[in-house]
C-alpha cells in the first residue's frame, strides 16, 4: 500500500489507514479482506483508532484515549482510597479483600473494554465495485468509501464506520458498537455494583 509521505506526516489518519485495498490479497484481523501491510505491521491505523498488536492480541486504542486514563486513574483512586481508609479502619480482613476484589473487577473489565474492537468496519472488494450492487436501502459512506450494513454509521471521532454503532465513549477512547457492547454492559455493572458495594462499607463504618 503506497503511503503518501506528505500525509504521514501530516495527517497519520488516512495515511496509515488499511481502507485502500488495491492490494488486497488476505483476510485481515477482523475477517475482511485488507492489504498485506496491515497484517506485516505490529501496529496500524484505522481512522484515528490505533491498533497494537501485543502477545497476539490486537489493543484498539481511540482518539480519546486520554479520558480513559483519567477513568483508569478514578478508579483506582476509589479502590485505593477505601482500602487505605474504609477496610483498614476497621481492621476487617475482609473489607481489606472486598475493596481490592472489587477494584480489580472494575479495573479488569474497564480495560477489557477499553481495548476492545468496537467492530470497525473495513472496505472489503465489493465496495470497490461500481454501486451496481447498491439498492436503494444501502447506504454508502462517501469518507470510508464502504457500503455500510443495518446498524451501522460513520463516526466523525474515530474516523470509520462502526458496526452496530451505538454511541462514540470518550471514558472508552472510542465507540461502542457490535463488538464491544457486551463488554461495554459488562463494565457498567461491575463499576456500579462496586461503587455501592464501596459506599455501602462506608456508610456502616463505625463513627468511633
Ligand atoms: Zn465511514
Ligand atoms: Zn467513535
Same mark, same amino acid.
Given at each position: 500500500m503506497p503511503v503518501d509521505e506528505e500525509n504521514e506526516v501530516s495527517d497519520h489518519t488516512l495515511a496509515y489507514s488499511p481502507f485502500d485495498v488495491s492490494d488486497?490479497?488476505?483476510?485481515?484481523p477482523l475477517g475482511h479482506t485488507?492489504?498485506?501491510?496491515?497484517?506485516? =505491521?505490529?501496529?496500524?491505523? #484505522?481512522?484515528?483508532?490505533?491498533?497494537?498488536k501485543l502477545a497476539g492480541r490486537e489493543l484498539f486504542i481511540g482518539p480519546h484515549w486520554y479520558c480513559s486514563?483519567?477513568? #483508569?486513574?478514578? %478508579?483506582?483512586?476509589?479502590?485505593?482510597?477505601? @482500602?487505605? =481508609?474504609? +477496610?483498614?479502619?476497621?481492621?476487617?480482613? *475482609?473489607q481489606l *479483600?472486598?475493596?481490592l476484589t472489587v477494584t480489580s473487577l472494575s479495573l479488569i473489565s474497564f480495560l477489557r473494554c477499553a481495548f476492545s474492537d468496537?467492530?470497525? #468496519?473495513?472496505?472489503?472488494?465489493?465496495?470497490? /465495485?461500481?454501486?451496481?450492487? =447498491?439498492? +436503494?436501502n444501502?447506504?454508502? @459512506?462517501?469518507v470510508c468509501q464502504v457500503i455500510q450494513p443495518r446498524g451501522c454509521q460513520h463516526c466523525?471521532?474515530?474516523?470509520?464506520?462502526? *458496526?452496530?454503532?451505538?454511541?462514540? @465513549?470518550?471514558? /472508552?477512547?472510542? @465507540? %461502542?458498537?457490535?463488538?464491544n457492547l457486551c463488554a461495554f454492559y459488562t463494565f #457498567? =455493572?461491575?463499576?456500579?455494583?462496586?461503587?455501592?458495594?464501596? /459506599?455501602?462499607? +462506608?456508610?456502616s463504618m463505625p463513627t468511633s
Amino acid at each position: 500500500m503506497p503511503v503518501d509521505e506528505e500525509n504521514e506526516v501530516s495527517d497519520h489518519t488516512l495515511a496509515y489507514s488499511p481502507f485502500d485495498v488495491s492490494d488486497a490479497n488476505d483476510t485481515g484481523p477482523l475477517g475482511h479482506t485488507v492489504g498485506s501491510f496491515v497484517r506485516e =505491521t505490529k501496529s496500524y491505523w #484505522l481512522g484515528r483508532i490505533w491498533v497494537v498488536k501485543l502477545a497476539g492480541r490486537e489493543l484498539f486504542i481511540g482518539p480519546h484515549w486520554y479520558c480513559s486514563i483519567l477513568m #483508569l486513574v478514578f %478508579i483506582l483512586g476509589v479502590g485505593i482510597f477505601h @482500602c487505605s =481508609t474504609v +477496610a483498614s479502619a476497621t481492621s476487617d480482613p *475482609l473489607q481489606l *479483600l472486598g475493596g481490592l476484589t472489587v477494584t480489580s473487577l472494575s479495573l479488569i473489565s474497564f480495560l477489557r473494554c477499553a481495548f476492545s474492537d468496537p467492530g470497525v #468496519l473495513l472496505k472489503s472488494p465489493e465496495d470497490q /465495485m461500481p454501486n451496481e450492487s =447498491t439498492t +436503494a436501502n444501502q447506504r454508502a @459512506c462517501s469518507v470510508c468509501q464502504v457500503i455500510q450494513p443495518r446498524g451501522c454509521q460513520h463516526c466523525h471521532f474515530c474516523q470509520v464506520c462502526i *458496526l452496530g454503532h451505538d454511541h462514540h @465513549c470518550p471514558w /472508552m477512547g472510542k @465507540c %461502542i458498537g457490535q463488538k464491544n457492547l457486551c463488554a461495554f454492559y459488562t463494565f #457498567l =455493572t461491575v463499576a456500579f455494583s462496586s461503587l455501592g458495594y464501596i /459506599m455501602i462499607s +462506608a456508610l456502616s463504618m463505625p463513627t468511633s
